[in-house]
């Protein structure tokens, strides 16, 4: 499977919102990628369904919904009826993980989880089977513009281990500190959507480097 982008609306300039919505439309990125942080499970406050309705009302791409909330439990529904075509959410968020994931299936949507980065891949070994989609964290979330963590590499082959002969359709996304330096090696490692937010937005010209981010040849990397 070519590797999937999800450029991360989070970096996007919200006076031109509609503008940064259709040029990922117009790009080759994959999906959009939704931010909802809550300011309690992690240290920031972004935002929620109103400008969630925003990017769906001219998005063509599904959205990748990332809750970085606790009780997300309390929300999948409304995230469902606001467009969520993903939902992932943090295993350290949830009490009672399995129910979460057959809540997002229940309401329509691919059902993800997220790792911080202290939290190993082997956590998930009892119900990787029932996964979409694991979101690996290569920084400690809430803010963007943090240094990429080294261990993540590790951590992508471990998951890949993991759900060999178990889910092998199985979406491994890195989240975090992804850019063109990078990103042929974590595709090498195994992972196979990447979430980028400054490096896209900061570049000059946006939807270049989405192709460029897109085009990466990993087996002409050397490691």
Known sequence: MKHLIAPSILSADFGNLQRDVEMIN????DWFHVDVMDGVFVPNISFGFPVMAAVKKYATKPLDVHLM???PDKYIEDFAKA????IT?????????HRTVQAIKAA?????????PHTPVTLLQDII???DLVLIMSVNPGFGGQQFIQNTYKKIRDLKALIQGVNENLIIEVDGGVGLQNIGTLVLAGANAFVAGNAIFVTENPAETISEMKSINASAINI
């Open 108 to 116: 329509g949507c691919k059902a993800g989880v997220a790792l911080n």
């Open 83 to 86: 467009g969520a075509d993903r």
């Open 26 to 29: 117009q790009s080759e990125a």
């Open 129 to 131: 089977g029932d996964l």
């Open 89 to 97: 959410v943090h295993y350290e968020a949830c009490t009672h993980l």
């Open 69 to 71: 909330i606790v009780e």
